[in-house]
């Protein structure tokens, strides 16, 4: 029974892995960490202050602490002092005398209300007093603990020890990541700024570095939060042992070692408090992307692989403040992710400016569809080996009301980083529904036409609904390829999520896996059940003066003609090569050297017809 039951569990261990047990599961909790390292020996050594007005009293009291095994003491009998003797000592205990001349005890709790900070630091009142409305007041002041003169040194120790393991733990709490037990980004700050501060003094160079979980919202929408936070677990685990090894070693300073942190959601970061060279971050970032992979697995569902992406900055060279460097890092980040998942990136000062542009167009962006500044224009698709025009594709352009143009892959991308995928999506398929009938009415007859969709915040279920509204609303399958972008983010989701897609192919819509050999490779095919690979625009137009890139383009054409795939190159623009491509058998094209891009009425105007028949595409040079 047991071993059924763990069948049917999800479980974030790598084949032949043992699973975590609960003492190193709990290993990483914060009581564990807190009971651990913080014994009655470590307490010893917090620094007890003591104001009564009675030297006699205080002297008795530091006797009585010191044979309990308190070591460290400040104290006075001048009340009017102790504000800004705590303010300068800081102490992790205050013993406080209530009933004191020109400066009561509780004149003292007042203040220390109100300053930041003080007003955290624990106080156990001493007192003569047999007044309840007094101790009532001290308790309202903030006062922890409440113990009349005569005291018990017995139980003053307990108190105090008492005292400081709660006090140590709140802040060991506030200061650490519930789930990991790994320092949080409030303690992420404090030694970022010891360690800025250390930099300034020496001149030495060090690095933050941002760790984004790749897809962990898909992991917690398939599989469930419990599974999305063991596998933070499991990740976090492996990240600090591998930053660990790290400890007085080449990336520590004098004061500080290397430092995993656990920031909200999928992010870690990891502070290098000293460094030779960016070579040395490089390295370090390699062995920290190969730490940062974990896989799970449950029966009957595939192993899904789980990788993290990193950002860096490195001071002094991208800042010396702490909020920049952090946003820096930030940036770099984003960048690495949206290059691929599983990889990291420098930050660079065209982040910064790529960043700040994005962010005002991205706003633009959700009015620009209402103000009518967007437009669908369409480029014809030819088939090489006849230079007909067979099918078109479907280009979103924005002419931005500062004259600057954006569209294709530039606009899909700018569309995901500002929530607007699914809106833009959505009006695409309203324009080409509103053309092909346009088309319809005047007798013409209707082509193929590929619409980009980037799968890195579409889920697989919300495309099949915007598809099927589409075709409800008169697109006939036939006449609709979409061409898939950044499917890595399908890696995590069960076939199950992804079996939408697998129902649209069934239903006559073609589907196409684009800017193959940049964000999806080989291994999509796997995973993806397509109709055709559309090349990343970038190979074609290195094909002329690279014969490597020629190479690796050409061996794309043979991977799809073996998998019986249509193969298609965009962005062709010189007559080079498209003869290279027809001569090695590739069999569509499209791009500048096969005319321009159109809005819908020119486009029909110039390559559709009544009867159906592709028109040849006329094109210099070509035999």
């Known amino acids: 029974?047991?071993?059924?039951?763990?069948?049917?569990?999800?479980?974030?261990?790598?084949?032949?892995?043992d699973r975590l047990s609960e003492e190193e599961l709990r290993a990483l909790s914060p009581q564990e960490l807190i009971w651990r390292n913080r014994t009655v020996a470590a307490l010893s050594e917090a620094l007890i202050m003591m104001?009564?007005?009675e030297m006699l009293n205080i002297e008795m009291t530091q006797a009585f602490l010191?044979?309990?095994?308190?070591?460290?003491?400040?104290?006075t009998d001048q009340p009017e002092q102790a504000v800004a003797m705590m303010r300068r000592e800081m102490p992790g205990v205050l013993l406080l005398d209530l009933s004191m001349p020109r400066v009561s005890g509780l004149d003292i709790l007042a203040t220390m209300r109100e300053d930041p900070s003080l007003r955290h630091v624990p106080v156990i009142v001493l007192t003569s007093s047999t007044d309840p409305q007094v101790k009532l007041k001290a308790l309202a002041l903030g006062a922890m603990d409440f113990l009349s003169k005569p005291v018990d040194p017995s139980e003053l120790g307990l108190r105090i020890r008492n005292t400081l393991a709660a006090s140590a733990y709140r802040e060991y709490l506030g200061q650490h990541d519930a789930l990991t037990g790994l320092p949080n980004k409030l303690r992420y700050r404090k030694v970022a700024s010891e360690v800025l501060a250390h930099a300034r003094d020496s001149g030495t160079s060090g690095a933050f570095l941002h760790i984004g979980v790749d897809g962990l919202g898909r992991i917690n929408d398939a599989l469930g939060r419990v599974v999305g936070d063991q596998m933070l677990q499991r990740l976090a685990k492996r990240l600090a042992s591998g930053v660990q090894t790290e400890a007085e070693g080449e990336l520590a300073s004098e004061h500080h070692n290397p430092t995993l942190f656990r920031?909200?959601?999928?992010?870690?970061?990891v502070i290098i408090p000293a460094m030779d060279g960016v070579h040395s971050a490089a390295a370090f970032m390699s062995k920290v992307l190969e730490d940062a992979t974990a896989s799970f697995h449950r029966s009957g569902s595939p192993e899904v692989l789980v990788t993290c992406s990193v950002g860096v900055s490195v001071f002094p060279g991208d800042g010396m403040d702490i909020d920049l460097l952090t946003r820096n890092a930030g940036l770099a980040l984003r960048h690495a992710k949206q290059a691929g998942p599983h990889r990291y990136e420098f930050f660079s000062p065209k982040f910064n400016e790529q960043a700040l542009s994005r962010l005002d167009l991205g706003a633009e962006l959700r009015h620009a569809l209402g103000r009518d500044e967007i437009e669908l224009m369409y480029e014809p698709r030819v088939e090489l080996a006849t230079s007909r025009m067979v099918a078109a594709q479907a280009i979103v352009r924005w002419r931005h009301a500062s004259g600057r143009v954006i569209e294709g892959d530039e606009l899909m991308d700018l569309a995901g980083t500002s929530e607007m995928d699914v809106a833009l999506m959505e009006w695409v398929f309203e324009q080409l529904r509103k053309s092909m009938k346009t088309w319809k009415a005047a007798g013409l007859q209707a082509v193929p036409v590929g619409v980009k969709a980037s799968m890195a915040n579409l889920h697989p279920r919300d495309l099949s609904h915007l598809v099927n509204a589409a075709l409800a609303g008169g697109i006939e399958p036939r006449h609709l390829?979409?061409?898939?972008?950044?499917?890595?983010?399908?890696?995590?989701?069960?076939?199950?999520?992804?079996?939408?897609?697998?129902?649209l192919r069934k239903s006559g819509v073609r589907v196409s896996l684009d800017r193959f050999g940049r964000s999806a490779s080989a291994i999509h095919l796997r995973r993806l059940a397509c109709d055709e690979v559309k090349v990343d625009e970038s190979f074609i137009r290195d094909m002329d003066n690279d014969a490597l890139v020629q190479g690796i383009v050409l061996g794309m054409g043979d991977l799809a003609r073996r998998l019986k795939l249509n193969c298609v190159a965009p962005g062709i623009t010189t007559a080079q090569q498209l003869s290279v491509l027809k001569k090695n058998g590739w069999d569509q094209g499209q791009g500048p050297l096969f005319g321009d891009r159109l809005n819908g009425l020119n486009f029909a105007a110039r390559w559709l017809t009544r009867t159906g028949k592709p028109q040849r595409v006329p094109v210099a040079g070509d035999a």
Do not use: W
């Not at 029974?1 to 892995?17: H, K, W």
């Not at 920031?263 to 970061?269: L, P, R, S, V």
């Not at 972008?485 to 076939?495: F, R, W």
């Open 1 to 17: 029974m047991e071993g059924d039951s763990l069948s049917t569990q999800p479980t974030v261990f790598a084949p032949g892995e």
């Open 51 to 53: 104001v009564d007005d």
């Open 481 to 503: 390829s979409l061409e898939l972008q950044q499917v890595a983010a399908l890696e995590n989701l069960p076939a199950k999520d992804t079996a939408a897609i697998a129902l």
């Open 66 to 75: 010191t044979e309990a095994g308190y070591k460290q003491f400040v104290q």
């Open 263 to 269: 920031f909200d959601g999928d992010e870690f970061a």
